[in-house]
C-alpha cells in the first residue's frame, strides 16, 4: 500500500517562495514517477510537474515554468516542489501525485496515487 503526504503549504506574499514536500512509503520508491498537480474550486485538478524515477527528467505546466522546480531524494522517499516568485494566481491545494510505472505524464489520470492535499495561498 503506498500513502503520501504532503508538507510546507502554507500563505506567503507574491514574489514569495515556498518548499513544498511529499513523503512516499513503499520499498521501491526509487523506481516511482511522481508529479505534482493542484486545483481550486473554480478548475479542475491540473498539472504543475512531475519528475521520473532518477531525477534526469521532469516536466513543468507552462504556466509555472522558470519559477517552480521539482526534485526528488530516493534516500529519503521524499519529492519537493520549490516554489519562487509565487502569484496570486498559484492559490490552490497541492497534492502530490505517484505512478509505479511508465514515463513521466501530465494526465491526472495516470497516477492512481494520491496525498491529501497542502493549501498554498499567494496574497497579493
Known amino acids: 500500500q503506498v500513502q503520501l503526504v504532503e508538507s510546507g503549504g502554507g500563505l506567503v506574499q507574491a514574489g514569495g517562495s515556498l518548499r513544498l514536500s511529499c513523503a512516499a512509503s513503499?520499498?521501491?520508491?526509487?523506481?516511482?514517477?511522481m508529479g505534482w498537480f493542484r486545483q481550486t474550486p473554480e478548475k479542475e485538478r491540473e498539472f504543475v510537474a512531475a519528475i521520473n524515477w532518477s531525477g534526469s527528467s521532469t516536466d513543468y505546466a507552462d504556466s509555472v515554468k522558470g519559477r517552480f522546480t521539482i526534485s526528488r531524494d530516493n534516500a529519503k522517499n521524499t519529492v519537493y516542489l520549490q516554489m519562487n516568485s509565487l502569484k496570486p494566481e498559484d492559490t490552490a491545494v497541492y497534492y502530490c501525485a505517484l505512478r509505479r510505472y511508465g514515463v513521466i505524464s501530465t494526465i491526472r489520470t495516470d497516477y492512481p496515487y494520491w496525498g491529501p492535499g497542502t493549501q498554498v495561498t499567494v496574497s497579493s
Open positions: 513503499g520499498r521501491t520508491f526509487s523506481t516511482y514517477v
